[in-house]
């Protein structure tokens, strides 16, 4: 079964520092996502992504955040200058054309840990 | 805004009952809200989706229902297993096909 793969499973960055998070979504999808939750607490909606360009993205997404499809099957999610209060999972996801399911897939996700 | 209750954090049962978890939301009418599992340190993993015409879903052991004038729904896991403990998080759909997470409700099933 297909399914979203991230890469990779665990980053540890020092503060300021740049990272860049990187997401297979399942291939015949068109729509993908970024989540994130910081631990003990509920996933958030960070950005929504669909036809090269962001389609809808949350308070949380500022403008240290940017992502990108580079290519056919890659969706990166980059932090430019990370803080503390950026530690913690990283969830991507995707489905495909709405219709007939609206199921998102969501991927084993990135633990991020910022010191 | 948009809210979504999930009225435990925890609920804890004995092997072979049913589990039943509850989600409320307010402010919102959602064309449709999906069931999640999450076991520690892991993605969501979907579990089933049930649309605002429809009253219930099953899957398994699994039943969802959806009731749009009380804005709850209600997951049901029957002859529940010690394998089926996990969080459970309830997810309503956003304008942009976004998902709106309650918080979860952490199940435990003793054998």
């Known amino acids: 079964e297909p399914e979203v793969t991230q890469t990779p499973s665990h980053q540890v960055t020092q503060m300021g520092q740049e990272v860049i998070l990187r997401c297979v979504p399942i291939?015949?999808?068109?729509?993908f996502y970024w989540y994130r939750q910081i631990l003990g607490q509920k996933v958030e909606f960070l950005v929504s992504f669909y036809n090269n360009e962001i389609s809808e993205k949350s308070e949380i997404f500022d403008d240290q955040f940017s992502v990108e499809r580079p290519d056919g099957s890659n969706f990166t999610l980059k932090i430019r200058s990370t803080k503390l209060e950026d530690s913690a999972m990283y969830f991507c996801?995707?489905?495909?054309?709405?219709?007939?399911?609206?199921?998102?897939?969501f991927g084993p996700g990135t633990r991020l840990t910022v010191l | 805004s948009q809210k979504i209750e999930q009225n435990s954090e925890a609920l804890n049962i004995q092997e072979g009952k049913t589990a039943t978890l509850t989600c409320n939301y307010t402010?919102?009418?959602?064309?449709?809200l999906q069931w999640y599992r999450q076991d520690p340190g892991r993605g969501p993993v979907f579990l089933l989706l049930?649309?605002?015409?429809?009253k219930e879903k099953r899957k398994e052991r699994l039943k969802v229902t959806f009731d749009t004038t009380l804005k709850q729904s209600l997951f049901h896991i029957t002859a529940s297993q010690p394998a089926d403990s996990a969080t459970y998080l309830c997810a309503l759909g956003g304008s942009q096909g976004n998902l709106i997470f309650g918080k979860g409700t952490k199940l435990s099933v003793k054998p």
């Open positions: 996801a995707s489905r495909g054309l709405a219709g007939s399911t609206d199921t998102q897939y």
């Open positions: 049930i649309r605002e015409n429809e």
């Open positions: 402010n919102y009418s959602p064309a449709y």
């Open positions: 291939s015949n999808h068109l729509y």
